[in-house]
């Protein structure tokens, strides 16, 4: 690859990502090349087969400041032991005018280098490694509750060397709870024990067991909102902020009764 690759993730953040969330979200505006410092650099080789170049490339540096709570998370947060990247930032500006808390699932280049255009464009920054990570989008999704989600990959990754095939092929996201508003409803009173919750630093890991074996999906209410379960052998998952925790009740649909079961305290 050359060496003006900064210079080309500038404008192709600028016209792809950044302005294609801007009908839902009309505070985002396009990167300025005037919100940068750029200066020129030496490159004498490329990054990874090291062939001998004598080329100058645009770097650019942002002007404007972000504050970066990735340690906050980062020791708490799931990831593949393979691909741990993991980045949080938060733009004060930017989330003031109404631009989304985002997750991004992304590969290397803009682990190492592209993120700068969107941190200086989005309210929150939540940055996950791509590949093996999102197959457990839900995981993610659950914890970080973002207002958008945006998946970059390079083509030459689409294999089971990056993502598992027969993982994602069995993959069962959970549909908005209302799709089952019209099912017969069962209530039970939550037993002692049937709830886990394992508050760490900063996230809460939730353990949800004794749901009816024909369980479809799962779901934990905690304070009105609906969090997907994640259906882990014989159990329910999920993991959340601490600063989302409040009283839990669960809902399991029954697939096979169709019933819709409410456990409440």
């Known amino acids: 690859m050359g060496s003006k690759r900064e210079g080309e993730s500038f404008h192709g953040i600028h016209n792809n990502s950044i302005s294609a969330l801007v009908g839902d979200f ?19 080789s490329l990054m990874v087969s090291e062939f001998p170049i004598h080329e100058y490339e645009p770097v650019f540096t942002m002007k404007g400041e972000v504050e970066d709570i990735t340690d906050t998370y980062s020791d708490e947060v799931a990831r593949s032991s393979e691909y ?25 280049y803009m682990n190492n280098m592209g993120y700068k255009f969107l941190d200086n464009r989005l309210g929150e920054y939540i940055a996950v490694h791509d590949y093996q990570n999102v197959i457990r989008f839900d995981y993610y999704f659950n914890l970080f509750r973002p207002e958008c989600v945006i998946f970059e990959v390079g083509e030459y990754t689409f294999s089971d060397r990056y993502f598992d095939s027969e993982a994602m092929a069995v993959m069962d996201l959970n549909p908005v709870l209302e799709r ?32 009816p074996q024909d369980t479809g999906y ?21 993991a959340v902020r601490n600063d989302a925790m409040g009283e839990i009740y669960v809902v399991a649909i029954d697939t096979a009764e169709q019933t819709k079961y409410v456990y409440t305290p």
């Open 26 to 44: 009309p505070a985002l505006q396009p990167n300025r090349q005037d919100e940068y410092t750029v200066e020129q650099k030496l490159r004498t």
């Open 84 to 108: 741990r990247f993991f980045r949080y930032t938060v733009n004060e500006t930017q989330r003031q005018k109404g631009a989304p808390r985002t997750l991004v699932f992304q590969g290397s």
């Open 180 to 211: 089952f508003d019209g099912l017969a409803e069962r209530r039970e009173t939550l037993k002692a024990g049937q709830v886990q919750a394992v508050a760490g630093e900063s996230v809460t890991n939730i353990t949800v067991s004794g749901l």
């Open 218 to 238: 799962a779901y934990a209410i905690i304070d009105g909102i609906a969090y997907d379960l994640r259906r882990e052998e014989s159990v329910y998952t999920l």
